[in-house]
């Protein structure tokens, strides 16, 4: 928007802009920050609506003991493929690009069963797969030629499929403005719509399950955005200078950062300066480089070898071997391929056909270095730090998984470079003393203790900041002075300010963890308090339920 302002000006054109949302708690600061101009607020909603039936359905236990439940995935593909036998179009959103490959195939084998004609009414949507075949998805949908589609927030924003009847939501989806946002695909004008939110066992999606009051009552998050991302802000600043020739005024639209991020982009080959004006001096189009939902631009491409190299769609590297690393299974619309080679210099992993009946997981190895502090503070004896780190990341092996069942079909070990990711984080070091009485009083274990703590900070602060949950993660880890450190960080090149809100809100947030480990029933710790995590960690630590509890009641009293 600052992009398109400056090249209106400079026409002579001022532009009027109108722009709305459903979601979000902060619409009028939103706006004036993502435009750069007063705006107006207008909030009452006159249109006709029908009666919005929403439902929160919390699998049952499979062991109530240990606070086992049922998959969500399994809840859905029943209530998808129910509704779709009914000639119901339902939309299901999952959080992650595998889930939703897996319930897309799930849904299949069910309809092959019960209404074989309907096989072939349903589609899987996510972010990867080829424009072509987005548009072709989006086109039937909006027709009403298709009768359901699994997909990622891929869906959620910006893409007009027009109004279906059911929506089910596998998973919160990290923020109430996404999960409204979601909801509001379901329901054409007066008529009736259906909404299922669909709970996984972790910390604030059983929080929610018990405390629905805090879904209906509360005024949705606010909004962030940070315009000073330097890596968003540099991607700007390239097809801006494409567009216009800059010069040192337009640091008065781009801000502080525009000036020195000009000497790098020189230095990079992208512009020239002459006089006092930068020009655009490569001969590519920096907008098509450029992808304002995924920052980071190193993508891999997956071609089909059994095709002749047919490119069947492509996978950022934040994602890279998460998804695709040798002998893995990539899934897409349902079919199974076998990465049979990965080429690192040309960003290529050639995929075979295969018929699977397992999927991959991978394991990761992590190390965070501290490579600017930017803030700190003290809080009841906890310190507490905000700064720029490294995170490196490597995928280290994958387990073998088999469908439905999930039985563990063993896992290997793989070599691949590691990954850097230079990012935002807080880090929080608890009172030496306090852990001490934990060890020595209590006889608690505080490794296991913080690492319950970071599990349930991870997934309770993307809900502070209005992030989805895959855009945190956390890591305990010690640090050169011995101390012991949790630290949470935003997983997106530069960060996105997520981390910085933890730093703000933290003492909100620990008040919030602590309530989640002391209302679980479970004995001794559940995927609903500190099992949850976000990837699984080659030796990873067991975290300890008890100990977790102490840590955050202690922090809190101190
Ligand atoms: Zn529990």
């Known amino acids: 928007m600052r992009r398109l302002n400056r090249i209106c000006h400079y026409y002579g054109v001022e532009l009027q802009f109108i722009c709305c949302s459903a979601t979000i708690a902060n619409p009028l600061e939103l706006a004036e920050k993502l435009t750069g101009m007063p705006m107006e607020l207008i909030d009452n909603d006159g249109s006709p609506k029908g009666t919005k039936h929403f439902i929160l359905w919390n699998p049952p236990y499979i062991d109530e003991e240990k606070s086992y439940r049922r998959s969500p995935t399994t809840e859905a593909q029943y209530l998808m493929a129910k509704l779709i036998e009914r000639h119901i179009q339902t939309i299901t959103f999952t959080r992650a690009r595998v889930i939703a490959e897996l319930i897309y195939r799930y849904v299949r084998d069910l309809l092959k069963e019960k209404a074989p004609e309907l096989v072939d009414s349903i589609r899987a949507y996510r972010g990867g797969y080829l424009p072509a075949e987005r548009r072709e998805i989006e086109k039937l949908l909006f027709s009403g030629q298709l009768l359901g589609v699994t997909s990622?927030?891929?869906?959620?924003?910006?893409?007009?499929?027009?109004?279906?009847?059911?929506?089910?939501?596998?998973?919160?989806?990290?923020?109430?403005?996404?999960?409204?946002?979601?909801?509001?695909?379901?329901?054409?004008?007066?008529?009736?719509?259906?909404?299922?939110?669909?709970?996984?066992?972790?910390?604030?999606?059983?929080?929610?399950?018990?405390?629905?009051?805090?879904?209906?009552?509360?005024?949705?998050?606010?909004?962030?955005?940070?315009?000073?991302?330097?890596y968003v802000l540099a991607e700007h600043l390239r097809c801006a200078a494409h567009e216009l020739p800059l010069s040192e005024e337009d640091a008065d639209i781009f801000g502080e950062l525009t000036l020195p991020l000009l000497d790098v982009l020189c230095e990079h080959g992208d512009l020239t300066q002459i006089g006092d004006k930068w020009y655009w001096a490569s001969t590519a189009y920096p907008a098509s480089e450029s992808d304002l939902r995924v920052i980071s631009n190193d993508t891999y491409t997956i071609m089909d070898i059994?095709?002749?190299?047919?490119?069947?769609?492509?996978?950022?590297?934040?994602?890279?071997?998460?998804?695709?690393?040798?002998?893995?299974?990539?899934?897409?619309?349902?079919?199974?391929?076998?990465?049979?080679?990965?080429?690192?210099?040309?960003?290529?992993?050639?995929?075979?056909?295969?018929?699977?009946?397992?999927?991959?997981?991978?394991?990761?190895?992590?190390?965070?270095?501290?490579?600017?502090?930017?803030?700190?503070?003290?809080?009841?004896?906890?310190?507490?730090?905000?700064?720029?780190?490294?995170?490196?990341?490597?995928?280290?092996?994958?387990?073998?998984?088999?469908?439905?069942?999930?039985?563990?079909?063993?896992?290997?070990?793989?070599?691949?470079?590691?990954?850097?990711?230079?990012?935002?984080?807080?880090?929080?070091?608890?009172p030496e003393e306090l852990l001490d009485r934990l060890k020595y009083e209590k006889s608690g274990k505080p490794y296991e203790g913080l690492e319950g703590v970071k599990n349930v900070l991870a997934s309770v602060l993307p809900h502070y900041a209005m992030a989805d949950r895959q855009s945190i993660r956390g890591?305990?880890?010690?640090?050169?002075?011995?101390?012991?450190?949790?630290?949470?960080?935003?997983?997106?090149?530069?960060?996105?300010?997520?981390?910085?809100?933890?730093?703000?809100?933290?003492?909100?947030?620990?008040?919030?963890?602590?309530?989640?480990?002391?209302?679980?029933?479970?004995?001794?710790?559940?995927?609903?308090?500190?099992?949850?995590?976000?990837?699984?960690?080659?030796?990873?630590?067991?975290?300890?339920?008890e100990s977790a509890a102490f840590i955050l009641e202690e922090m809190i009293v101190m």
Not at 491 to 518: D, R, T, V, W
């Open 475 to 545: 890591k305990v880890q010690q640090l050169d002075n011995e101390q012991i450190a949790i630290f949470l960080y935003d997983a997106y090149p530069g960060g996105l300010g997520f981390a910085n809100k933890g730093y703000e809100l933290l003492e909100k947030i620990i008040e919030h963890a602590q309530k989640i480990i002391s209302e679980c029933e479970c004995a001794d710790g559940c995927p609903s308090c500190v099992r949850q995590t976000d990837a699984m960690m080659w030796g990873g630590i067991d975290p300890d339920k």
């Open 152 to 230: 990622t927030t891929a869906l959620e924003l910006g893409i007009d499929v027009g109004a279906l009847d059911a929506c089910l939501i596998v998973g919160f989806p990290g923020t109430i403005a996404s999960l409204w946002q979601q909801s509001g695909r379901a329901g054409r004008k007066s008529e009736d719509s259906l909404t299922v939110f669909i709970a996984y066992n972790d910390p604030v999606e059983q929080y929610l399950m018990r405390h629905p009051e805090y879904l209906f009552g509360q005024s949705p998050e606010n909004a962030v955005i940070d315009p000073g991302n330097v």
């Open 306 to 430: 059994s095709r002749g190299n047919l490119v069947l769609g492509s996978v950022d590297a934040v994602n890279g071997f998460a998804m695709v690393y040798p002998e893995a299974i990539y899934m897409h619309e349902a079919e199974t391929y076998l990465v049979r080679d990965l080429d690192l210099e040309q960003k290529i992993a050639y995929v075979e056909p295969i018929d699977a009946d397992y999927y991959t997981q991978p394991w990761f190895e992590e190390t965070i270095f501290i490579t600017e502090q930017k803030k700190a503070k003290e809080w009841n004896g906890s310190q507490v730090y905000l700064g720029e780190v490294r995170v490196t990341r490597k995928t280290v092996g994958f387990v073998r998984m088999r469908f439905y069942t999930m039985e563990n079909l063993g896992s290997e070990r793989l070599d691949l470079p590691e990954q850097n990711l230079e990012t935002i984080a807080l880090w929080v070091i608890p």
